[in-house]
């Protein structure tokens, strides 16, 4: 009886303590979600690097194809050239559409960046990137999550 | 985490079970097969019970949650509607197995093609003369067919009776990637919840339920999930009729919230025991 007893404690507690190790590994992976730019993180520089520097393996054009002061003017007077992003972005007044700031740093739903990224009624202009590849709900989403905590210059 | 290992995981528990001898023919005099009319049902709304299921017994449930909001429209476009049976349903199988005294597993799915998959293991029964009945629970949600966002869950369930009224129910269980989204793009993919719920029997089998599972921390989008109703018992079944703020049965669903406090929602569950 007691040997009974204690071999259905031993089998509970194993399959509790299997479940308990399987969920450790239950997060689901963010290159799963980031398409064609598997290493995309909710940072600037990898924002930088991966979006606004390359265009990707889905034929998503590089933003500062156009916002780029490298022999040009920036188009919309947005410069996303790396080092100097986040001054064209975070707290700036959109050149486009009165009253828009594009980004607010923790509140990506009042971002117009997002605005403009997400192709919202209301949104002065063509929906961005132009071209016929525009960005994944996924990566959209890490862009977000990074004004989300703050947008900082990391 | 990859479909490979749950199917391993699925596979080493149906090892372990495979493992327990067959015993003996089902003794007559097992308690386990005897009514408990305080706590006549393995689920309260959607919240689990202690209630044990004997050996080699079985039993299977349907949830049913209609999707349209009592509240949208006017009452005349709810009676039109017959109170949301027009509209498309969440509905939910489950069936359940006593692999052995005092141990349970079972699977849930759902009509948003989630599977469940759970156990539940008794620690201690009033009967024995304990304070509390107390049963620890796991489970693993998997949507698409249990291919993606898996939801390990992890408790306890605490109930006490006070005869002849009814029974209470204390539910703190753990539940894990409650937020599908990956851990960078989240503050919290894991809720805890703590579950209160009640069974107040009101008739010799017709009994009134209610339940409120809050997200006391983690992630917890929309409101907490609360539903009462009412049921009767007949036999080896027990009907009941539910209105709930939410749509969800399975802990993964549960975790992650009902709509609002203004959407309630009709349903019910049908369950009958085999033994």
């Not at chain 2, 209630?51 to 005349?76: E, I, Q």
């Not at chain 2, 199988?93 to 948003?112: A, K, N, P, V």
């Not at chain 2, 703590?194 to 409120?212: D, Q, S």
């Amino acid at each position: 009886m007691k040997e009974s007893w204690m071999r259905r404690h031993v089998i509970a507690g194993g399959v509790l303590l299997a479940l308990c190790g399987m969920s450790a590994a239950c997060d689901e992976k963010l290159s799963d979600l980031t398409g064609p730019t598997p290493n995309l993180q909710p940072t600037l520089s990898s924002i930088q690097r991966e979006i606004f520097d390359t265009t990707d393996s889905s034929g998503r054009q590089a933003c500062t194809n156009c916002h780029t002061d490298a022999g040009r003017n920036p188009v919309a007077g947005m410069n996303l050239r790396s080092g100097v992003a986040h001054t064209s972005l975070v707290g700036v007044a959109s050149s486009g559409k009165p009253g828009a700031v594009r980004v607010v740093p923790g509140d990506p739903e009042n971002s117009y960046l997002i605005h403009k990224l997400e192709g919202r009624a209301g949104i002065v202009g063509t929906r961005m990137p132009r071209g016929n590849t525009l960005l994944t709900e996924g990566q959209i989403r890490v862009i977000k999550r990074w004004i989300e905590l703050g947008a900082p210059n990391d | 985490m990859s479909h490979r290992r749950v199917l391993l995981f699925v596979t080493a528990l149906a090892v372990a079970v495979c493992w327990l001898q067959p015993a003996p023919a089902q003794a007559q005099d097992d308690p386990d097969l005897d009514l408990v009319p305080l706590q006549p049902d393995f689920t309260v709304v959607a919240m689990p019970t202690a209630l044990r299921l004997p050996r080699y017994k079985s039993s299977f449930r349907v949830t049913h949650r209609f999707g349209r909001p009592l509240g949208a429209g006017d009452f005349g476009d709810l009676v039109e509607d017959l109170f949301g049976l027009d509209s498309g349903a969440q509905i939910g199988l489950e069936y359940r197995f006593g692999i052995m005294r005092g141990t349970q597993i079972g699977i849930h799915r759902t009509s948003d093609r989630t599977i469940e998959l759970f156990a539940q293991y008794d620690l201690m029964q009033e009967r024995d003369g304990r304070f509390v009945n107390l049963a620890v629970i796991g489970s693993m949600d998997g949507t698409n067919n249990f291919r993606d966002s898996y939801s390990p869950a992890l408790g306890v369930v605490v109930s006490r009776s006070f005869a002849p009224v009814g029974t209470v129910f204390l539910q703190p269980i753990w539940v894990n990637n409650s937020n599908p989204l990956p851990s960078e793009l989240t503050d919290d993919n894991d809720s805890f919840l703590l579950g209160v719920g009640t069974r107040i029997r009101v008739r010799p089998t017709v009994y009134l339920v209610g339940e409120i599972i809050p997200r006391v921390t983690g992630d917890d989008p929309g409101v907490n999930q609360a539903s009462f109703g009412i049921e009767k018992r007949a036999g080896g079944h027990m009907f009941q009729l539910n209105f709930s703020n939410g749509l969800g049965t399975t802990m993964g669903q549960i975790a992650r919230g009902g709509a609002s406090n203004d959407d309630w929602f009709l349903g019910f569950n049908i369950s009958r025991k085999f033994f």
